[in-house]
């Protein structure tokens, strides 16, 4: 369904680019706007993995770090490429305390996957699995190739109604100069909603591939909560300064707000924990999942000092709910 979605919106969004464009510019001054956005899209697309890693400093690691946690993550994540079929990524760990992550790259064989030192100073290893498995479905399901296409056409949106701004439009048009104006104000937002409207719907489907490459959706839901509940207090100074690649993150670095309106780029957090949670009930007869839930594991949580302790997590009676319910 989030497939379907995705395409629903991708043709309403080209539909909005051709009535739009043309109500505004023209035949002409549509055919210029596409061109001007797909030109600086394409580049962005292309040298998308170099451009944010090095934005974020990020620093590609491997099995031989001396850190045995690094080496855990590395090891977690090469193996779970191979499960699910994919070319190895870089593994890369960037120096930032907010617990967070994102995947990078113009397809799977260019792509890069990153961790910060939060998410693995504060999450458990199956909780770093679970994120990192999100961020290989990502690359899975080509997203960085499906964000491009949607920013290429929302661009071009935004760019015809700068044009119609700087040259006045077509003002001979049925609907006149008052109409021309609407259209300039309206027509980027409704472009903008609908880019962010398909980042969420690829957000949820990456939590679906996720949590089975993983095979362990309840660790991807709690993980979920903790960097959500961490980003609301610990500042990423690189996100705060760079806004527009807030959207990369497995949670929004920049304000760790959960609220699912039209100007979000990801979904509500308790929303995503649900349909994970009901993932989870469904492969909990059997698999990992059954052992998950019956070993009554015990799972590091942070107070609210940030310090690590041993809580026991214990799944209840009436079904699993995570460690947070």
């Given at each position: 369904?989030?497939?379907?979605?995705?395409?629903?919106?991708?043709?309403?969004?080209?539909?909005?680019?051709?009535?739009?464009?043309?109500?505004?510019?023209?035949?002409?001054?549509?055919?210029?706007?596409?061109?001007?956005?797909?030109?600086?899209?394409?580049?962005?697309?292309?040298?998308?993995?170099?451009?944010?890693?090095?934005?974020?400093?990020?620093e590609i690691v491997d099995e031989g770090h001396a850190s045995a946690v690094v080496r855990m993550y590395v090891a977690d994540t090469k193996q779970m490429a191979r499960d699910a079929g994919l070319p190895e990524p870089k593994i890369a760990l960037i120096p930032d305390a907010q617990p967070n992550a994102f995947a990078t790259g113009r397809n799977p064989a260019n792509a890069a996957v990153c961790a910060t030192h939060g998410l693995l100073d504060m999450l458990t290893r199956e909780e770093i699995r679970?994120?990192?498995?999100?961020?290989?479905?990502?690359?899975?399901?080509?997203?960085?190739?499906?964000?491009?296409?949607?920013?290429?056409?929302?661009?071009?949106?935004?760019?015809?109604?700068?044009?119609?701004?700087?040259?006045?439009?077509?003002?001979?048009?049925?609907?006149?100069?008052?109409?021309?104006?609407?259209?300039?104000?309206?027509?980027?937002?409704?472009?903008?909603?609908?880019?962010?409207?398909?980042?969420?719907?690829?957000?949820?489907?990456?939590?679906?591939?996720?949590?089975?490459?993983?095979?362990?959706?309840?660790?991807?839901?709690?993980?979920?909560?903790?960097?959500?509940?961490?980003?609301?207090?610990?500042?990423?100074?690189?996100?705060?300064?760079?806004?527009?690649?807030?959207?990369?993150?497995?949670?929004?670095?920049?304000?760790?707000?959960?609220?699912?309106?039209?100007?979000?780029?990801?979904?509500?957090?308790?929303?995503?924990?649900?349909?994970?949670?009901?993932?989870?009930?469904?492969?909990?007869?059997?698999?990992?999942?059954?052992?998950?839930?019956?070993?009554?594991?015990?799972?590091?949580?942070?107070?609210?000092?940030?310090?690590?302790?041993?809580?026991?997590?214990?799944?209840?009676?009436?079904?699993?709910?995570?460690?947070?319910?």
């Amino acid at each position: 369904m989030n497939h379907v979605r995705t395409f629903m919106l991708l043709a309403a969004l080209t539909a909005l680019f051709v009535g739009i464009g043309y109500m505004i510019g023209g035949a002409g001054g549509m055919l210029i706007a596409l061109v001007l956005a797909a030109g600086m899209n394409l580049f962005s697309y292309w040298n998308a993995d170099k451009i944010v890693m090095r934005m974020y400093r990020a620093e590609i690691v491997d099995e031989g770090h001396a850190s045995a946690v690094v080496r855990m993550y590395v090891a977690d994540t090469k193996q779970m490429a191979r499960d699910a079929g994919l070319p190895e990524p870089k593994i890369a760990l960037i120096p930032d305390a907010q617990p967070n992550a994102f995947a990078t790259g113009r397809n799977p064989a260019n792509a890069a996957v990153c961790a910060t030192h939060g998410l693995l100073d504060m999450l458990t290893r199956e909780e770093i699995r679970g994120v990192m498995a999100h961020e290989l479905a990502h690359v899975k399901n080509r997203d960085t190739l499906t964000m491009t296409v949607t920013a290429t056409i929302a661009g071009a949106i935004s760019a015809i109604a700068n044009f119609a701004l700087i040259f006045g439009g077509d003002r001979e048009r049925p609907m006149g100069m008052i109409g021309t104006l609407a259209l300039m104000i309206l027509a980027p937002l409704a472009a903008a909603v609908v880019q962010m409207a398909i980042s969420r719907a690829r957000e949820y489907e990456a939590d679906r591939v996720g949590a089975e490459i993983a095979d362990d959706p309840q660790a991807l839901a709690s993980a979920l909560q903790k960097i959500e509940a961490y980003s609301k207090r610990i500042m990423n100074p690189t996100a705060e300064r760079n806004p527009a690649s807030g959207q990369l993150f497995i949670i929004n670095p920049l304000t760790g707000r959960g609220a699912d309106n039209l100007f979000s780029t990801h979904p509500n957090t308790g929303n995503r924990v649900r349909a994970l949670m009901e993932m989870a009930g469904h492969m909990g007869q059997g698999g990992r999942m059954a052992a998950y839930m019956a070993a009554e594991p015990r799972t590091r949580v942070a107070d609210a000092t940030g310090t690590a302790t041993g809580v026991p997590v214990t799944p209840r009676s009436d079904g699993p709910r995570g460690p947070w319910a």
